[in-house]
């Protein structure tokens, strides 16, 4: 069974970066393959509170990329037993504090950001700490865009979230300027990128994050012999951020895109995962 599991998780991983839109397919082999199954079953075994820090400052608002598979891994991990809290700043965490549990955290820098997070992790205990496609702090304690551009005003800090944890760490990431980034700094020396330094126990890498988030559901769903990835519309989920004013990270623009991709591709990723992890995919729920 082990090898079966862990056969599954490399696949799972190689489809991931199939693409290789933003040159992840480099970085994967500095992972340690099955990088997937360990981080699912952490989340699966989780039966506590999950944080999920997400929200990438795009002008005056936030992007679709991170948001949406932060809603999915929200409604799986709810489904499996967890209490998932999604953390986040401003205009995002004001967006979203009608539907789900939210901590709002502040934005940009300030000097009681170790606080904040210690305040946080004190109070609600989180069993694991995630974070997909979150900005991560560069060497010299910025925050860039995929532009180079300094966003750092426009960013709140939820990597001392993850330093402070005393529980597993989890990150997704598409680029090498997320939150977890610093697992593989020697592999994105390659990339016209300014890579972030933060660090976690566990990385995913997909072309674009949403999608790892999706991998991790998948592999979640195998072990618990439930296709969680059917429970989830990214389509109707893509609407209901774009009603609340997301921008699609490369476009910039309102529409029902994901890093500039349409969203028949992510349907198609989702898809193939779901084959991947041997569920029924003749019809949408099992």
Known sequence: MTDILESMSVALENALVARNLRG???????????????????????????LIGTGFPVTDTFETDGPLGAIALYQALEAVGSTPYIVCGAPLSKALREDYRIVEIEVGKHAYQAQEAKAVLDDLMPSVVL?????????????????????????????????????????????????????????LKSLDIVSATTTCDELIVA?????????????????????LLAEFD??????YLSKLGSVDGVTRLNQLTEDGLDSSVGDSVILELRKLTGFDVSSKTE
Do not use: H
């Not at 072309?207 to 296709?227: F, H, Q, T």
């Open 207 to 227: 072309d674009v994050s949403n999608w790892g988030g999706y991998g991790l559901i998948a592999m979640m769903g195998y072990l618990d012999n439930r296709d």
């Open 24 to 50: 992840m397919a480099s970085v994967q082999p500095s992972l340690k393959p099955g990088y997937c199954l360990r981080a699912a079953k952490v989340l699966f075994s989780a039966k506590g509170v999950v």
């Open 131 to 187: 974070s997909i496609e979150r900005p991560g702090q560069a060497a010299d304690g910025n925050y860039y865009n995929m532009r180079g551009e300094d966003i750092s005003a426009r960013t709140a800090c939820y990597d001392t979230f993850m330093k402070q944890a005393r529980c597993p760490t989890i990150a997704i990431g598409d680029g090498g300027n997320e939150i977890g980034m610093g697992n593989v700094t020697s592999a």
């Open 234 to 239: 990214p389509i109707v989920t893509l609407e």
